[in-house]
């Protein structure tokens, strides 16, 4: 089969080149350059341009201005955070008094533990979330809404893994944290606060 097409195409140049010596090899040029339509053609260079746009914005973002993804800080076994420090007793921790706190949540059908977080204003909070039960977000701050701060924070709350996102609250404040990933019938209810409020003897 392999010998035959070969063969018959040999055969075949043969016959044409001999009844037309010129036409032969300029008829298959033109067959090679693929025809492709200006407005398709178009298309392609602002595809290929917002792709190079996009790749210059993530390169930037990443390493000029410091944005990452929340990271991978550990594994936990869903099944027994009760009996895991320190998730058995999720809520704030002080590392450097009025400067520092780790804070642990722990996602579950529908709520946060813990659900109120109070912090001195200026403090920076290493967020430690995990979920006891299926996956849960956190979207802290509302927009727009008066008397509430908006924040660019938002943790994905996975089963089994514990996500870490640090952040620095220099204004005083109200933010609502709330479960942003669907979780169930009362997924719209899940939603914690943490105030930011003045720094004792800050003066
Ligand atoms: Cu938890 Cu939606």
Redesign the pocket.
Known sequence: MTDDTPAAEGFDEDPSASSEPDGGAVVVEPDEHVHVDPYERNWMRIAAFTMVVFAIAVTVAGLALGIQVPTDEGRVDPNTLASTPPWSEPGLREIVPGEEYDLYIV?R??AFQPMEVEIPQGATVNFYAT?AD????IKLGLAGAEGRQASNINIM?IPGQVSKLTSTFDDVGVYDYI??????LA??Q?AGVLRVVPAEGGE
């Open positions: 996602a059908r529908f979920s299926v996956q849960h977000g709350v479960c942003h990933e669907y979780c169930g997924h719209h899940m």
